[in-house]
Every structure is written in structure tokens, then in C-alpha cells.
């Protein structure tokens, strides 16, 4: 990992492409600004974590015959048992 020390205004940039600024240091916060071409995805990490604990649940349901057959279930259940 490189660790750099900027001030307020300064920036770094990243294979002539990405440029990250500091824009306002506060308490324990720092406020980036960052200028990448559109076709960059930037997220913020645990917004990544939690989409990629997300997907692992998803994949983990029943395939979709089961789920059909459960939706089914749940429309009988719904209508009295009469389909």
C-alpha cells in the first residue's frame, strides 16, 4: 500500500486518468473529490462488501422450480386451497 501525506487542495493522480483531491479535512474525515473517465466505477468499499454478501445470498435460494412451486403454494394458500 502507498501512503501519501496532502493537505487541503492537493491531489494525486492515478495512471494519468483518475485524479483524487482533498477537498476539507474535518475532525476525523476527509472530504475527496474524484475525476475519472465515466466508464470507471468507483463505489465505496463497504458498499461493495455488502453487494457481494448480497449476491452469495441470492445464489444460495432454491432453483427456480422450487420457487415456482412455492409461489404456487402460496397462491393456493392465499385463495382458500381452490386453483
Known amino acids: 500500500m ?37 466508464e470507471v466505477q468507483i463505489v465505496r468499499s463497504e458498499l461493495m462488501v455488502s453487494i457481494k454478501e448480497t449476491n452469495k445470498e441470492a445464489s444460495q ?4 422450480v422450487n420457487l415456482a412451486e412455492a409461489l404456487r403454494n402460496i397462491g393456493k394458500d392465499l385463495s382458500g386451497g381452490a386453483q
Not at 22 to 32: E, F, R, S, T
Open 2 to 38: 502507498l501512503v501519501l501525506t496532502r493537505k487541503k487542495g492537493q491531489s494525486i493522480l492515478i495512471q494519468d486518468q483518475i485524479e483524487v483531491t482533498i477537498l476539507g479535512i474535518y475532525n476525523d474525515h476527509i472530504k475527496l473529490g474524484i475525476s475519472a473517465p465515466p
Open 61 to 64: 435460494l432454491p432453483d427456480s
